[in-house]
């Protein structure tokens, strides 16, 4: 059975940081990539970032510089380290597979964490 377990949202203040894990369990995790995505209430889910099966990794414009997302092999983890938030990174924070970073459509999405940042 497919599983990838999203933790390690919370409520920081602006300027905090936080750290995302995604476990991913029951396929070949060094064979695909992995991305975070978001959705703020009221907005469309959009991609934050995500890292290749070949350890590369790519980042939406309004996170480049402050996020950083790496992937663990010998755990099947995926993490996103969370630097500088600002109270517009308020989302609930999903982990996906996906084929390839930016091609098509994920095929598996975890349960969503909820990240707040207050002013």
């Known amino acids: 059975e497919v599983q990838l377990v999203g933790s390690g949202g919370g409520l920081v203040q602006a300027g905090g940081s936080l750290s995302l894990s995604c476990a991913a369990s029951?396929?070949?995790?060094?064979?695909?990539?992995i991305g975070w995505f978001r959705q703020a209430p009221g907005k469309e889910r959009e991609g934050v970032s995500c890292?290749?099966?070949?350890?590369?990794?790519s980042y939406a414009d309004s996170v480049k510089g402050r996020f950083t997302i790496s992937r663990d092999s010998a755990k099947n983890t995926v993490y996103l380290q969370m630097n500088s938030l600002k109270p517009e990174d308020t989302a609930v924070y999903y982990c996906?597979?996906?084929?390839?970073?930016?091609?098509?459509?994920?095929?598996?999405w975890g349960q969503g964490t909820q990240v707040t940042v207050s002013s």
């Open positions: 029951g396929f070949a995790f060094d064979e695909y990539a």
């Open positions: 890292t290749g099966a070949d350890n590369s990794s």
């Open positions: 996906a597979t996906q084929i390839q970073c930016g091609v098509g459509v994920p095929w598996y």
